[in-house]
Each structure stands twice: as C-alpha cells, then as structure tokens.
C-alpha cells in the first residue's frame, strides 16, 4: 500500500483534497495569474477549511476573470459589488479589497522585477518568519499562516509533502535545482 501525507490518509474519501495534494500542492509555478490565484486563494482560506475553497475553487475563477492579474487590478466599484453578491465565492470585504489591491501591487512588482515569480525567486531563500514580514510590508492580508501555505502550495518553502508519501519525489523533480536548498 502507497502511503501518502497524513492528511490524504485521514480523508481518504476526499477527492477535492486528494487531487489538489497529488496534481498542485507544494508543485512549483511560472505562470504570475496561476501564482496569483494561489496567493487570493490562500487569502479567502483564512478562517475556513481549505475544502471549501477547493470547492468553490471554478467559481473562483470565473468571478475574478481566471485571475488575470492585469484584469484584477482594473476592478471597479462596480466589480467589488459583483464579487460581494456572488455566492459562488467567498463574499468577505475584505478579501476581495485584497484580492483587488495586491493585483495592483503585482503589476508594480512586475514592471520592476519582470515577474511576481522573478520576485519571489530574487528572495528566495528566506525563512517563513522573513518572508512574512516581506509579503505584510508589500501586500494587504498576508499574515503568517497565508504566507506559510502559499510558500509551501508553491514549492518556496519546504513541508508540503511528507518524504514517503510519493507526490514529494515527484514535487522534487520539477523544483530547479536552485529552489532546493
């Protein structure tokens, strides 16, 4: 028998769980909308169970325009008001301000770095107590454990995996050789 995270193996009905841990969780990413996804994603999580944003997770997409960076930071008063009344996502302020205000932080980071990835590889490696305080001084609602899961769920900071379960050979293999230290 294969033995997979703890996690997996205490909800092994879970099939939203389970795909994100096999085909997402800890996987590196170069595409700035998918990095940005994580990061609104994470960021509507925060005091919820991660399986309700797995669920919710197309509906996510469709409402904030696939997560189109550029696209994101254009919202209007009017966008604000759509993503509130849509009970498709998570309808908190507060979230979808954040989701707004660091789509705009992103393009400033992008016009200066190349990428949201060149910026986040530029800082890598830092510890999870650094990079938080990096990711509260340049974004809107990024405590420590939103930043620690969008490190781990991205492949920047290591314990997404535990090193039997097979998905953390898997992880290591697409990891630049540089992101492993």
């Known amino acids: 028998m294969t033995t997979y995270c703890d996690y997996c193996n205490s909800h092994p009905e879970d099939t939203y769980n389970r795909n994100y841990h096999d085909t997402q969780y800890g ?16 960021i509507n999580q925060a005091g919820l169970s991660w ?5 919710k ?21 009017k966008d604000r008001e759509r993503l509130l009344s849509d009970a498709g996502i998570i309808r908190n302020k507060l979230k979808v301000n954040a989701a707004i205000v660091n789509a705009q932080k992103i393009l400033e980071l992008q016009k200066e770095h190349g990428s949201f990835k060149n910026w986040l590889d530029q800082h890598h490696p830092l ?5 938080t305080k990096l990711f509260k001084s340049t974004f809107v609602f990024t405590g420590g454990e ?13 314990g997404a ?7 953390f050979k898997k992880v290591a293999a697409q990891k630049p050789a540089w992101m492993k230290k």
């Open 127 to 131: 510890t999870k107590d650094e990079w």
């Open 27 to 42: 996987f590196p990413l170069d595409n700035d909308d998918e990095l940005f996804e994580r990061l609104i994603l994470e």
């Open 161 to 167: 995996h535990q090193k039997d379960c097979p998905i």
């Open 51 to 55: 399986i309700t944003i797995l669920k």
């Open 146 to 158: 939103i930043v620690n899961e969008f490190l781990m769920s991205t492949g920047y900071l290591p």
């Open 57 to 77: 997770a197309d509906n996510f997409r469709k409402a904030y325009h696939g997560f189109k960076i550029a696209k994101v930071a254009k919202y209007t008063e």
